[in-house]
């Protein structure tokens, strides 16, 4: 797949998955009256093109995070919603978007779509702006990688002390309101969900580490350097200065 390009994948109804040429996972929302595309990735490409041979109806975006794979192709949109603790972040690493109309998004807002509402919870851990959006009715949850997509990274510059991130963990574990985790790198054929037994297995991993029980090996992948702990089927990359 060139930079250009992008694919898409009906989930659920009015749920599309949308990869880009990294595989970087998008969602596209579609209600009775408009539509919500939650993240813009990384490609190249004319995404809003590519979201309108999907659907006519109004557009709006929302940011999970501020890291450069979840927020290349933004400005293509007139409406960006962004929590604005994240700005930090793109300030951070210096990525080049242009966030001055992002508005800001909170814990306790809503995007109705017509017929169909997510609301916005805020988990901050990843970064410190990471929101996730919960499709109460049909018992979705779009988490971007604050419930990470197998290898859950906590070990880059801006990520917050894993005792920080425990606490959002908690709090989404109390939501009775998910069947289905869809996270910001979902791949494969099949493109299947985590469970709510996903989230437990990362929450016993943090606990692990911060207590002890868990040892951390050095993490062999990507540009910044961690250590990372299993338990059941979730990976945890932390940093050990910021447990």
């Known amino acids: ?98 966030y001055k109309n992002f508005l800001d998004v909170r814990e306790g807002d809503s995007f109705d779509l017509g017929g169909r509402t997510l609301e916005v919870i805020e988990v901050p851990g990843h970064t410190p702006g990471s929101i996730a959006l919960l499709d109460r009715e049909n018992r979705l949850l779009f988490s971007g990688d604050s419930v990470g997509a197998g290898h859950t990274w906590m070990h880059l510059p801006g990520c917050l002390p894993l005792r920080e991130y425990l606490k959002s963990l908690k709090k989404l574990r109390e939501i009775d309101g998910f069947e289905k985790i869809y996270h910001g790198h979902l791949s494969g054929t099949q493109l299947k969900p985590f469970g709510p037994d996903y989230l437990e297995d990362l929450i016993k991993a943090v606990e692990g580490v911060i207590d002890g029980s868990l040892k951390g090996e050095p993490y062999p992948y990507g540009n910044f350097k961690g250590l990372y702990a299993t338990c059941g089927t979730a990976v945890l990359v932390y940093n050990p200065e910021k447990v």
């Open 1 to 98: 797949m060139r930079k250009n390009e992008y694919t898409c994948t009906l989930l659920e109804p009015g749920v599309w998955h949308i990869a880009d040429y990294r595989g970087d996972s998008m969602y596209l929302v579609v209600g009775e009256e408009k539509a919500l595309l939650i993240d813009t990735g990384m490609g190249e490409g004319d995404l809003k093109g590519f979201i309108r041979s999907i659907t006519e109806k109004p557009i709006e975006v929302v940011l999970t995070h501020a890291h450069w794979d979840h927020i290349m192709q933004a400005n293509q949109f007139e409406k960006v919603y962004l929590n604005h603790r994240d700005l930090q972040i793109i300030e951070l690493f210096k990525i080049q978007v242009d």
